[in-house]
């Protein structure tokens, strides 16, 4: 069975800080893809990244890095310099390989960024 | 990148009657479709895959007979709250992948129920 653990409920940090959210898998499938989404209190999910389990090379994007280790079946998410913009519910994510296999998510970690 | 509709945005029902949630995929094709719950501070909660042209799979839990999917074509799939009662007040947010292409879901606006 597919599972995705977000251990944190809720963090909040001062503006600039630097930001980590933990999100542990597992999954027997041995393809895969990881996932992050970020959902404003608009409700509208916005897609952050998709990596599949073939690469393991961590990826930057402005403030936002991403660390995927397949041994410890972690793909944690790293926010640089918070802003309060910021502030949201981000989800981790897993699917299998299958273009028509369904999504699961994490219970989500709400993020808080003070002024 | 690709766009999924979902209308209404928010709607509120008397409680007994029936809504109809449409998820429209605007610039391609997806054969299966993908309707998930969410209730206030919780996560995102798979209901049913929807299939164009066959009937639609149902997680544990989630009663059929209550939540009518229809995925009529390659590019719609509605979801119907039939008898709505309080309980059933949610966030409802559709996603769609495509057929071919990028495998990311594409996931709607979400619509926001409220059954009074």
């Known amino acids: 069975a597919q599972k995705v653990t977000q251990a944190q409920t809720e963090i909040s940090v001062v503006e600039k800080e630097d930001v980590t959210l933990d999100c542990v898998y597992e999954?027997?499938?041995?393809?895969?893809?990881l996932f992050w989404y970020k959902q404003p209190p608009s409700g509208e999910l916005v897609f952050l990244i998709r990596r599949n389990s073939f690469d393991e090379q961590n990826e930057i994007s402005g403030r936002y890095s991403w660390n995927f280790q397949k041994s410890t079946s972690s793909f944690n998410f790293t926010i640089t310099a918070s802003q309060v913009v910021d502030s949201a519910v981000y989800f981790c994510a897993l699917s299998d390989y299958s273009s028509a296999s369904k999504i699961i998510f994490g219970s989500g970690t709400r993020l808080s960024i003070r002024p | 990148g690709a766009v999924v509709s979902q209308h209404p945005s928010w709607v509120i029902c008397k409680s007994g009657t029936s809504v109809k949630i449409e998820c429209r995929s605007l610039?391609?094709?997806?054969?299966?479709m993908f309707w998930y719950r969410q209730f206030p501070k919780q996560s995102l909660m798979l209901m049913a895959t929807s299939k164009e042209g066959s009937k639609a799979t149902y997680e544990q839990g989630v009663e059929k007979d209550k939540f009518l999917i229809n995925h009529a074509s390659l590019t719609l799939s509605t979801l119907t709250v039939t008898s709505a009662h309080p309980e059933d007040s949610s966030f409802y947010i559709c996603?769609?992948?495509?057929?071919?292409?990028?495998?990311?879901?594409?996931f709607g606006q979400g619509t926001r129920l409220t059954v009074v």
């Open positions: 996603s769609a992948r495509p057929r071919q292409g990028p495998t990311e879901a594409f």
């Open positions: 999954t027997r499938d041995t393809t895969y893809y």
């Open positions: 610039d391609f094709q997806a054969t299966t």
